[in-house]
């Protein structure tokens, strides 16, 4: 029987075959669990939740989420899709929400970085100095 430690290797082995030039690729995933699923040994859904939960963080570090109190300009979407490609490389999908509660100013949130300069958050800043 594998231990958790030898599980968490070899789905983190796996993790590894099914990325293409530094990215996830969803097909080679996808396969790569069927196989998984097809050789029925012992330990395969330990080891197939340990590859889901690296899938997840793979997914959140390549997704953006910029969150604004009004609609922004598409310019401005697009410098902004261009700075998050530089600084968090190619590949990162980014999706634009608006968010009246924000009050003005935006949120980006990129797995677990989160940038806001949204008045709401300087006010609740101001508020603890206080």
Known sequence: MRTNKQLRREAKQLFCMCRVNGL????R???AVQKVLEAKRRGRFA???HFLRLVKLDRSQHTAEVESATSLPAALQASIESSLERVYGTGISTSFALSPALIGGMRIRVGSDVY???VRAGLESLQRKF
């Open 24 to 27: 996830l690729d969803e097909a």
């Open 29 to 31: 995933a996808q396969k």
């Open 116 to 118: 806001d300069g949204s």
């Open 47 to 49: 080891l197939l939740s």
